[in-house]
C-alpha cells in the first residue's frame, strides 16, 4: 500500500470513493507532483491541499475529525529539528527547558519521559550556567519507535573533578544535592561523559 | 533574555500562608521565593506554610533542595510546612534521581495539606452531593 492508497483510504472514511479519488488528484494537481513522488516526506506539503481540498465534499460536521487524522498523519512524519541552546547564564536553563519541552511535543509524548528529558536539560545546563559559565546544550529528537531525544551538554571549562566519586554517590556537594550529573545518569537511558582540562561533554538518551 | 519579575503569590488563610507554584520557575524566582515567604512568616507569625507544586512543569534537584531550605527555616521559625500536589511523574523523577526531601511533609492535594495543618470542614459533607461517585467509607 503506497502513500497515495493509504490517503485514498482515510478520505474514503469521509467520502465517497469516487469523491475520495477526486479530492486526491486535485490536491497532487497545483503543482503537480506524480504519484509516485508522493513520499513520506512530501506529505506534509500535501496534506494542507487535501484537506482544502475535501472541503467541497465533506459533511461540515466530521471536517475537524478529518483535519485531525491529517495532522497526525504529518506529525508523525514531521522531520525532527535539533534544537541548540547557547548557555551563557541562568536564564539560560528555562530556555533550555523550554526547548526540550518542544521537542517532546512534537512526539505528542507526555508524563514520565518528558520530566526525565526535562529534568535531565535542567541539571546539565545549570552545571555549566553555575561551574563554568558559557557552554552549550543541544538537544536532537530521533524518530523511531519508540522514540527518543539525545540530550548533549557540552563546555570548554575545567573538567569535572573526581567524576569517579561523583557517579558513585560518593560526593557532597557544597552548593546543592550533588545529584545533579549522578540523578541525570539515573534518569537515563544511555549516559556517556568525557571530561578533562580542555573541558566536559556529557551525551544522554532517554527513550520515549 | 530580559529578567521577568514574576509575582509570587503568597496567600494568607487565617493564620497559615498558602504559596501555589505555576510553571516554569527560575532559580532565581526560586531564590526569591524563599526569602519572600520567609519575610512574610516573620511578619505575619503563622503557624502553618502550605506550598502547592500543582502547577509546577519541572522540578529539579536544585528546586529541590532550596524546597527543602525553606522548610528547615520555616521550622526554625516555629511554622511547619507541607509540601502538596507533586504530580505521579515528578514523584518518579525525584525517585529515580535519588532525591529525598528530608524533612518535608508530603501531602497529596491541597485539600490534605490544609487538613494536615489544622484545617476542618465544617457543616455536612458537601463532596458526597458533588460528587455522584463518591462511595462511603472511601473517605
Ligand atoms: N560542567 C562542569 N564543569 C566543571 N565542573 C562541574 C561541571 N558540572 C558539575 N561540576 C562539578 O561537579 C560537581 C557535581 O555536580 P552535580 O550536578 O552532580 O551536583 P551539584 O551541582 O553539586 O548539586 P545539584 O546539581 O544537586 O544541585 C559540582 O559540585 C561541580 O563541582
Ligand atoms: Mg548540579
Known sequence: MDQYDRLLTLLSGYVSPLNARSVLNRALSHPRIERHQLVERRLAEIVPRIGRAAQLFIDPARSDSLEKELRALVGDRAPPTRILVEINGEADIVRARAAGRRIC???????????????????????????????????????????????????????????????????????????????????????????????????????? | MEERYERIPIIQLWDQLLVPLQGDVTDAHADRLCDEVLERLRRTEARGLAVDIT?????????????????????????????????????????????????????????????????????????????????????
Open chain 1, 105 to 208: 511535543e512534537t512526539f505528542e509524548i507526555n508524563g514520565f519521559s518528558v520530566q526525565k528529558v526535562a529534568t535531565i536539560i535542567s541539571e546539565l545546563s545549570r552545571n555549566i550556567a553555575s561551574y563554568v559559565g558559557r557552554g552549550q546544550l543541544e538537544i536532537v529528537p530521533i524518530s523511531g519507535r519508540p522514540p527518543r531525544v539525545q540530550i548533549v551538554a557540552e563546555d570548554a571549562g575545567p573538567g569535572i573533578s573526581g567524576i569517579d566519586r561523583i557517579l558513585a554517590g560518593q560526593y557532597k556537594s557544597k552548593t546543592g544535592l550533588g545529584l545533579g550529573i549522578l540523578g541525570s545518569k539515573r534518569l537515563a537511558d544511555r549516559f556517556d561523559i568525557q571530561t578533562g582540562a580542555g573541558g566536559t561533554r556529557i551525551e544522554v538518551e532517554v527513550i520515549l
Open chain 2, 55 to 139: 502547577g509546577l512543569w519541572v522540578v529539579d534537584s536544585h528546586l529541590c533542595a532550596t524546597l527543602s531550605r525553606l522548610a528547615a527555616s520555616a521550622q526554625l521559625m516555629g511554622t511547619k510546612t507541607v509540601l502538596c500536589g507533586m504530580s505521579p511523574s515528578i514523584a518518579l523523577t525525584l525517585q529515580t534521581m535519588g532525591v529525598e526531601l528530608t524533612g518535608v511533609k508530603m501531602a497529596l492535594d491541597l485539600e490534605e495539606a490544609l487538613e494536615w495543618l489544622g484545617f476542618r470542614v465544617a457543616g455536612p459533607d458537601h463532596r458526597r452531593e458533588l460528587d455522584g461517585e463518591w462511595a462511603p467509607g472511601e473517605d
